[in-house]
């Protein structure tokens, strides 16, 4: 099977801090499970089924996987379902047999994010759906707990939705406060022209702003709080000469009309902000 990875994130670090955080590792007393060391035989073995108790689009399993292999090399997990699948409550997601302390000591890690994860990409499939026939593509923002952003930001892409910037290093975002500083839209975009950056996305929230941005170079136009008329109205504006976003409160209620209004992406910050953990549970046997 091969290794999970995602470009920039550190799985093995990721797995050991986790793990560690659990078990109290450094701290006076800490280091171990007190309870499964007391409890369960050092040489007990269990096997285990997760499964999801509701209809969710999964996301984290390699990763719950490897929690379980840090602990017991030896451990045979087959993985049941996709990452992005749809499935049905009760679906089986992984099957495990192995070392019984190692299987208990690592189930809140692993369930914990894969919980997580499913959670962020049900939500966004919901998102997705919600938009209808829509030619127009769902993004996540940077509204992420921080460490975990590239798992999250995996999680909105196993939904359906597309990534948007992944931090403040790969490309510009003017908004408000930048602008304030700068003294005008138009001067804003025109620095981060002259500096040499290439992707420069531009916020505004009156029409009036958006020639300006335009002009001074920027090619995404981020269209910020506007009700699906006005965001027509700036569509028409723009004319295919910059990207455009509609972004700012957008809900499940309202993102069909959004999307509608013909901009290229809505980005939603409830994806990873405010998704509800997916209820998916792991029950064991003993062997």
């Known amino acids: ?31 171990h499970d007190v309870t499964a060391e007391s409890v369960i035989p050092a040489e007990a073995r269990f096997s285990g089924v997760m499964d999801s108790r509701v209809a969710a689009v999964v996301a984290g399993l390699p990763i719950a996987a490897e929690f379980f292999r840090l602990l017991d090399p030896a451990m045979e997990i087959a993985i049941l379902a996709e990452e992005g699948e749809d499935v049905r409550p009760g679906t089986a997601l992984m099957r495990l047999t192995g070392n019984a302390r190692a299987l208990l ?25 919600a938009m209808g026939e829509a030619r127009c593509t769902l993004l996540d923002t940077r509204k992420t707990i921080p460490g975990l952003r590239h798992l999250e930001k995996y999680a909105t892409r196993m939904g359906g939705a597309q990534n948007h910037r992944m931090g403040l290093w790969d490309a510009a975002m003017i908004k408000d406060n930048h602008i304030l500083v700068a003294g005008s839209v138009g001067e804003a ?34 269209l910020d709080n506007m009700d699906p008329a006005q965001l027509r109205a700036a569509v028409e504006v723009i004319g295919g000469r910059a990207a455009t976003e509609a972004s700012g409160g957008v809900t499940l209620e ?26 998916i549970g792991l029950d064991f046997t003993p062997l």
């Open 105 to 129: 000591t690592a189930e809140r890690s692993a369930l914990n994010i894969v919980q997580h994860l499913t959670g962020i990409a049900t939500l966004t499939r919901d998102y997705v759906r």
């Open 189 to 222: 975009v025109r620095r981060a022209r002259e500096a040499g950056v290439s992707r420069i996305i531009c916020e505004v929230d009156r029409i009036e702003q958006i020639e300006p941005a335009l002009a001074a170079g920027a090619n995404h136009i981020l």
């Open 254 to 279: 309202t993102i069909g009309a959004i999307a509608a209004s013909g901009v290229d992406y809505v980005s939603v910050g409830r994806l990873t902000q405010s998704a509800p953990a997916a209820d």
């Open 1 to 31: 099977m091969t290794a999970f990875t995602l470009e920039g994130f550190d799985l093995a670090q990721f797995l050991r801090a986790t793990l560690d955080e659990d078990l109290g590792t450094g701290l006076p007393g800490g280091g």
